[in-house]
């Protein structure tokens, strides 16, 4: 005779296969469960004696044991909410966390509601962009990233959101933006340094290690886009960037050495430096 399993004892089942492994597990069982029903995570609470279709349990253990070996819960569901919104995410593009809503909590406020170019560089999964191009329906947004399948996944996301004010682009950062000009550039570029201890915990270690790990302890895309985008500004524009919560003195100085003024840095949730953000008024 098959055992029949309910919502709750299936939920329980799971969380303590992951508790050893995840510092979310109920969370995650959670998240998967509604995954694989199809519902909300209010079902799971409103309806915890239903018993689940064995089709859906087995899809479900499959979930549990690939948590097991510590893949993320966003690669396993193919989402994951950021303002509020659902992204599509694959393993080309990196999962969006709510530190980098602090970058779109920092810009909005100096994004006018009327036309203006902003410009975002490693755009992903287009998180910046997309919520930047439905808040300010009226700007025109260019996006890029040197990766043609992280782009696709930006331009799914951008369709799905219905944000068509954005323009994807394959580019290196600059390299093929020749003489554009925008008022605002924005960017979440890699900058952990090779070996840092991060990139083998949670999440982290199963993401792309392209958009992850920079040169010169975390710090060459940074200067790079930090010293280009001087060329792609028009005056009386900002630049704004995330960076690691202890990079906030060398950041800051790579703004001021490639020329920009009213530099900031802004703290994130858990307190830490988070973003940084400079004005070009050339003299």
């Known amino acids: 005779m098959t055992a029949k399993y309910s919502i709750q004892s299936t939920l329980q089942l799971a969380y303590n296969q992951l508790k050893d492994v ?75 966390r709510p530190d980098t809503e602090l970058l779109i909590e920092v810009s909005l406020p100096l994004i006018p509601h009327n036309d203006c170019r902003i410009l975002d560089l490693g755009t992903g999964s287009g998180i910046i ?62 900058y952990i340094k090779a070996g840092d201890q991060h990139l083998s915990q949670g999440d982290v270690q199963h993401e792309p290690k392209t958009a992850l790990i920079a040169a010169q302890q975390g710090l060459a895309d940074i200067l790079a886009i930090a010293h280009q985008a001087p060329r792609h500004l028009n005056a009386g524009g900002h630049l704004l960037i995330e960076h690691g919560f202890d990079q906030q003195a060398d950041v800051q100085h790579i703004f001021s050495e490639a020329g920009f003024s009213a530099i900031q840095t802004h703290i994130d949730l858990a307190g830490n430096p988070r973003i940084t953000s400079g004005l070009w008024n050339p003299s």
């Open 129 to 190: 962009a997309i919520t930047l191009g439905l808040e300010r329906p009226h700007a025109t947004l260019n996006a890029t990233d040197k990766s043609e399948a992280a782009l696709q996944v930006a331009k799914d996301n951008a369709s799905h959101l219905g944000a068509h004010n954005i323009q994807f682009r394959v580019s290196d950062w600059f390299s093929q933006l020749a003489t554009d000009t925008f008022d605002f550039i924005l960017s979440n570029p890699p």
């Open 22 to 96: 995840s510092e979310s597990a109920w969370l995650d069982a959670e998240v998967l469960l509604s995954h694989c029903l199809n519902k909300p995570r209010s079902y799971l609470k409103a309806w915890p004696e239903t018993e689940l279709d064995a089709g859906i349990n087995a899809r479900y253990q499959q979930l549990i044991a690939q948590r097991l070996q510590h893949k993320p819960v966003a690669y396993l569901t193919g989402t994951r909410e950021f303002w509020s919104r659902p992204f599509k995410v694959t393993e080309d593009v990196l999962i969006p």
